[in-house]
């Protein structure tokens, strides 16, 4: 090796080249390392999570448990009996009979009443008013009267207020009847429930179909109709009627929702059906057969001068139609040849409102000395009790089935039982607690569905509070307090629907993923492409240097 | 304190004594125009004593329950809407009874009560926008003025102290009035229109004028002359310019049925009067016309000075066995006079040239032989600065200072600009106010369709109070009908002008081009990024031919691999 020193001269300069390549390959690979660095372990990241929908954390396993929370309405029954012993065996026959019940829970108390209580009442009317009859929201009271068919025939009188009287000899199961099919109506409750949840399977009964939908406000609209103002003359005090009749009753159901009564006139709006002419025959007067069928095409040409601009409300329309003489009598048709039952010349629209056809009467018609337009007075107590029966209907009282031996006291003039008034509360409750329910669930089922839907802070908000009110209504519920639970469910329902039907959900909703794609890809592609290609030298690099390493170990 | 300002005069006839507290006219103004053309004028009035408190407008019977709902519910004490298509010409035609801007206008003062009134304006005018179908819903504080001066209340007010914070005006000159707006308007009547006047207005022969408008007017009047109480009162309005020689008749004759298309069947039973005025003035002095049938009655109307004559069709005194057709026919053909322009007019236009900058000119003619006090509005979007100190008013080469200046600022996207001037304008003398403006850019999004079209500016108000009654129809400020102002004659008469809106094109973007300059940037960004890459990773060096095994080497010797063995075994 010392005779060529030359030679290792030249192995030197040689040598020299190897360790200067591998310096220079090696800053290249940093140079790639922080490339790929930048873009994707920092780039990407940051890139993602600022363009990331905005969405408040919600409380998705909340949501998803209220679906197993089964909504219990728990209710206090009183028996009240002068035996205790009775008491005791109509309890237990009657807990048996509500074991299988799924909606309620009944908790029976037997206490015994004093005879003198019962003996000093005159009537029933006396014993609604005494002491015995103050109950809490949705309790019961079931009263022994010994002496009760002294004052009725029936074996059990439901009274106005939360309190059933019944007969020493009545048996448990008529009492049961009672209980179910009047006081507690659990399967209107229950084909409510299903129907909410499962619209196609189950239908609504005939009350659930004309009851108006849960809303925290209701405008109520009275209209009378002239359409022929040149030949009838209506001079009537029609805010005067409104507030003798309808608003009594309203102000009784002022802690479910609020009503706002309007009203107005309208002429010149003809029906647009042709009422067909009955000829005179003997027996029959002549007069105007106007088809059941028909009735819907009344509405329609209505509609369009009753609809707000302002109001959101849903709206429960009562309208008067007062035929002018050459069209009248008008009478309604049930079917071929037989008029409306109960002589009431009006009919109903499921959750829309009721018309009520006026007749002028005959004589002034047929008095050819009233020079027209003709005055016709207002029969206010027909026209109004017409339409307090029907505003019962739709605000969710329904026509119960008749039991056998059971009768009620007549209506009071506020035109409700207190006990109505419970089972109404009891539907609402359900109804806006089952709605919350299923409007959480379905805004949480969006949610996870589309990716694009913003959830702002004022959202997240109402979400979270629905949550909690559904919560603390069901807690309520099993508590037994009517009043609080309407609130808390009245709370989760106005939440729910607030936060599903927000806008600012949809602020990013129309912005597809393609046009996204169309932006990001002309940057995206070009770049990413060489970085990623990189990370093959990168890895041959990083192995050959392991193997280096290796090897110098070996050494 | 309380104290009432205005004291009606007008009660015309007491109405029977009715459960309803309401009562109903109609009434048909109809004056051929110095120009040639037929003016026609229908006005509707509900009077209705409606209780005050928040129930007030719950129980309605005459008056239209829609529009009662709207102001009640957004707390409204006066509320003036219109909505015109075409210009009215008032050097040639005078003044007319209602004065409307093109487009639509809307002002409204809300009570001294109300809360956050630029929130309740928008509500307003959303759930005006739904009743009456028009685009009124695009008002809103951006382009609301409070205007100090130009609109005072023209109602009954309870406290003479005013404050202009609770006044707001708007106008969309570019609104297009058509029948959707005419038949929401007409279903707000009483008779609809079934009946009555109503009846007369077809949307065919309606919307083929030279200019109309509707108008919506609710105020608080004076129950009764002691005015302790206040009654509601809505006036309807249609304001139409017919030209006879367009419309495809011969000559100037015009008749009921050849304006509205068809004759008039009666009066609406509902109403407590309906008369049909026909202004015969020009009779006397030009080319006189006969009418057919005979009037009810004549009246003649000093005014300010001025003598008016008025055929009077009592309607509801008529009998109807066919329609009525009120048919004028000159015996001559119709002569023009010269034209003698009213006592106020004015015109304005844009000036300057190029997309920078600009000015706005307003001429106001004088004509009256004394000097005449004018209040000048100004009501500029906020997408055109106005610049104060450019403002110059000059009449007859003189520059004149303005009385009082009321000046607010715009600000971009939520204030307009507004600006009131109140000037002594010399006597026979054309004045002209010059203000100077700048063109901005707007944001993409700002744009409305079609751009290029242009950007409207809403005309411009000048309130004068007129010492004589030349020329002047306007409704007296006590009487809500026509009838109320004959014989009216007052110190002064009230009198709003409205000027052209124009329309100017402001720089406007090609509206593709930010996905173009998206595309562009991405592509530079990459075309430098590639090259930038590989200049820092990679290095170029020379590799000797053996080892050359590229891509397409190696392909080849792959498929070539399997062949070989199999060539040796040959």
Redesign the interface.
């Known amino acids: 090796m010392s005779s060529h020193p030359s030679t290792t001269e030249e192995i030197k300069t040689v040598g020299d080249l190897p360790v200067e390549k591998i310096d220079k390959t090696d800053y290249r690979i940093y140079a790639a390392i922080s490339y790929f660095v930048i873009l994707i372990v920092i780039g990407l990241p940051l890139w993602w999570k600022t363009t990331e929908v905005y969405r408040v954390p919600l409380p998705y396993t909340r949501i998803a448990a209220l679906n197993e929370s089964d909504f219990v309405l728990v209710t206090n029954v009183t028996i009240a009996s002068l035996d205790i012993d009775r008491g005791k065996q109509l309890a237990s026959d009657l807990d048996n009979f509500f074991k299988t019940s799924k909606l309620f829970k009944v908790h029976f108390v037997v206490t015994q009443v004093q005879k003198q209580i019962l003996a000093s009442a005159q009537s029933i009317q006396a014993l609604e008013l005494s002491s015995v009859s103050r109950r809490q929201a949705g309790d019961i009271l079931l009263l022994e009267v010994p002496g009760l068919p002294r004052f009725t025939p029936s074996q059990v009188l439901v009274g106005r207020r939360r309190i059933v009287y019944f007969a020493t000899d009545t048996s448990s199961v008529k009492l049961t009847e009672v209980l179910q099919q009047w006081l507690f109506q659990e399967e209107t409750l229950q084909r409510m429930i299903s129907s909410m949840v499962s619209p196609t399977k189950s239908e609504l009964d005939l009350a659930g179909r004309r009851r108006m939908p849960t809303a925290s406000a209701y405008d109520v609209m009275v209209t009378i109709v002239n359409p022929d103002p040149e030949k009838v003359q209506l001079n009537w005090d029609l805010q005067e009627a409104i507030e003798n009749f309808l608003s009594p009753f309203l102000r009784n159901l002022a802690p479910l929702a609020d009503y706002n009564v309007k009203s107005q006139w309208l002429y010149f709006v003809p029906l647009q059906v042709q009422p067909k002419l009955v000829p005179e025959q003997p027996g029959i007067r002549k007069h105007f057969a106007l088809s059941e069928e028909l009735l819907p095409h009344i509405i329609t040409p209505l509609e369009k001068k009753l609809a707000s601009h302002v109001s959101q409300n849903p709206c429960l329309n009562f309208v008067v139609y007062v035929p002018p003489c050459s069209e009248s009598p008008l009478y309604i048709y049930r079917q071929e040849g037989v008029i409306l039952r109960g002589g009431v010349n009006a009919f109903l629209s499921p959750r829309w409102g009721g018309i009520i056809i006026h007749n002028p009467p005959q004589d002034i018609c047929d008095n050819t000395t009233v020079v027209e337009p003709k005055p016709v007075e207002a029969d206010w107590s027909k026209i109004m009790g017409t339409f307090l029966a029907q505003l019962r209907l739709l605000v969710g009282v329904p026509e119960l089935d008749d039991i056998p031996r059971v009768s009620m006291l007549p209506l009071a003039a506020s035109g409700m039982r207190q006990w109505e008034l419970d089972s109404l509360y009891r539907v609402r409750i359900m109804e806006q607690l089952t709605s919350a329910m299923l409007t959480l669930q379905s805004l949480s089922q969006l949610l996870g569905e589309i990716s694009n839907i913003v959830i702002d802070d004022e959202v997240g908000d109402s979400i979270q509070e629905a949550v909690s009110a559904v919560e603390r209504g069901i807690e309520l519920l099993h508590q037994g307090n009517l009043l609080a639970a309407f609130e808390a469910s009245k709370q989760a329902f106005l939440s729910a629907e607030a936060a599903f039907t927000d806008p600012s959900l949809l602020a990013l909703l129309y912005f597809p993923d393609d046009q996204k794609y169309a932006v990001y890809i002309p940057l995206f592609l070009p770049v990413m492409i060489p970085v990623l290609m990189s990370l093959k030298n990168i890895y041959l690099w990083a192995a050959s240097k392991v193997r280096h390493k290796g090897k110098e170990k070996v050494d | 304190m309380v104290c009432f300002i205005l004291v009606p005069f007008w009660i015309l006839n007491v109405g029977q004594c ?3 507290k309401d009562r109903f006219d109609e009434e048909l103004l109809l004056k051929p125009l110095p120009s040639g053309h037929v003016y026609a004028y229908f006005q509707f009035t509900t009077v209705w004593d409606a209780p005050s408190g928040p129930q007030m407008f ?5 008056f239209p ?2 529009l009662g ?2 102001a009640g ?2 707390n409204v004490q006066e509320l003036h809407v219109t909505l015109t298509e075409g210009l009215w010409r008032y050097e040639y035609w005078g003044f007319p009874v209602s004065d409307a801007a093109p487009g639509a206008e809307l002002w409204t003062w809300f009570r001294n009560d109300t809360k956050d009134v630029d929130n309740i304006w928008k509500k307003l005018t959303g ?1 005006l926008s ?2 009456l179908c028009a685009s009124l819903n695009f008002i809103g504080t951006p382009n609301s003025l409070s205007p100090e001066y130009s609109f005072r209340p023209t109602g009954v007010v309870k406290n003479s102290n005013l404050n202009s914070s609770f006044v707001r005006y708007a106008t969309l000159p570019r609104e297009i009035v058509c029948t959707e707006n005419l038949t929401p308007w007409k ?1 707000l009547l ?3 229109s ?2 009555g006047f109503a009846s007369l207005l077809n949307a065919g022969h309606i919307h083929n004028t030279n200019y109309h408008s509707l108008g919506l007017h609710i105020r608080p009047v004076c129950k009764d002359a002691k005015c302790t109480e206040v009654s509601i009162e809505l006036r309807q309005t249609v304001s139409l310019v017919y030209d006879m020689m367009i419309l495809g008749f011969q000559n100037q004759d015009w008749s009921l049925r050849k304006l509205f298309g068809l004759g008039l069947s009666g009066p609406c ?2 109403a407590t009067s309906s008369f049909i005025y026909v202004d015969v003035t020009s009779n006397e002095t030009g080319t006189p016309y006969q009418l057919q049938p005979e009037p009810t009655e004549v009246i003649t109307s000093i005014r300010g000075g001025y003598e008016s004559k008025f055929k009077v069709y009592n309607i509801q005194k008529m009998s109807f066995t066919h329609m009525l057709n009120i048919v004028a026919t000159y015996s001559t053909p119709k002569v023009y006079a010269v034209n003698v322009p009213p006592v106020l007019y004015a015109s304005r236009y844009i000036v300057g040239y190029g997309q920078e900058r600009g000015g706005i000119v307003t001429k106001i003619h004088n004509n009256h032989w004394k000097h005449l006090d004018i209040i000048y509005l100004e009501n500029i979007p906020w997408f055109l600065p106005i610049y104060l100190h450019t403002l110059r008013v000059v009449a007859g080469g003189k520059e004149i200072t303005p009385i009082l200046k009321k000046y607010v600022p715009g600000k971009e996207r939520s204030r307009p600009y507004s600006l009131e001037v109140l000037l002594r304008i010399p006597a026979r003398s054309v004045t002209e106010i010059y203000i100077e403006f700048d063109y901005v850019f707007l944001k993409w999004q700002e744009y409305p369709p079609d751009a290029n079209h242009g950007f409207y500016i809403g005309s411009a108000i000048i309130s004068a109070y007129l010492p004589v009654g030349k020329n002047y129809m306007g409704l007296p400020q006590a009487g809500p009908t026509i009838y109320s102002s004959f014989n009216a004659s007052r110190e002064g008469f009230l009198l709003q002008l409205r000027t052209e809106s124009l329309i100017i094109t402001l720089p406007t973007p090609d509206f593709s081009m930010p ?1 173009n300059v ?2 562009l940037a ?2 530079v ?3 430098a ?2 090259p930038l ?2 200049i ?4 170029l060096c020379m590799k000797d031919g053996n080892s050359c095994n590229g891509l397409l080497i190696r392909l080849k010797s792959m498929l070539f691999k399997g062949r070989k063995p199999q060539a040796q075994a040959h």
């Open positions: 009715l459960v309803q719950q129980h309605c019977h005459l329950r829609a709902e709207v519910r957004h759930a739904g009743l279903k009483p008779c609809d079934k009946k039973p509902l996905y998206i595309c991405c592509t960004v990459a075309l990024f590639g890459h590989n820092t990773t990679k290095r």
